[in-house]
C-alpha cells in the first residue's frame, strides 16, 4: 500500500467479487505471506461497502504477490537469542481512529512472527 493511504467512504460502490478476493487474500496473509498482512487487513475493514479505491488497493496486493513470488526468508543458524519489536501508529486510521499495532519476533536472529 502506498504510504498516507486512506479509505474513503463517500466513494462509490462497485459490483465487484470485493469479498472473495479479499477472504482469499486473507488466506494467503496468515498461512504464507506475512509481508501482505497489515494490507489485507486494512482493506478487509470495508467488506461491506467496497469502492474502487479499495478494489484497486486489494489489486496491489495482488500485484504485490506476484512479483515476489520468488522472494522467501532464509533462516541461518544464529546465537541464541530471543528478541521482540512492537510498533504502533497511533489512530492514524482517520476513518475509525482505530490503532494499528505489530509485532516481530527474533529467534536465534530469525523472523518466526
Known amino acids: 500500500m ?3 493511504f486512506q479509505i474513503d467512504p463517500d466513494q462509490s460502490v462497485t459490483n465487484v467479487p470485493y469479498r ?7 488466506y494467503l496473509s496468515t498461512t504464507s505471506r506475512p509481508g501482505s498482512t497489515f494490507s489485507v487487513s486494512y482493506i478487509s475493514g470495508v467488506l461491506d461497502k467496497p469502492t474502487n479505491q479499495t478494489w484497486k488497493a486489494a489489486k496491489k496486493v495482488l500485484w504485490y504477490l506476484k512479483k ?3 522472494t522467501g526468508l532464509v533462516h541461518q543458524k544464529g546465537e541464541d ?3 521482540s519489536s512492537t510498533n504502533a501508529d497511533w489512530a492514524c486510521d482517520k476513518m475509525h481512529r482505530k490503532r494499528i499495532s505489530g509485532a516481530i519476533i527474533f529467534n536465534c536472529g530469525n523472523p518466526v512472527r
Open 2 to 4: 502506498e504510504t498516507g
Open 20 to 26: 472473495k478476493l479479499v477472504g482469499r487474500l486473507l
Open 68 to 70: 515476489t513470488k520468488t
Open 81 to 83: 537469542s530471543i528478541e
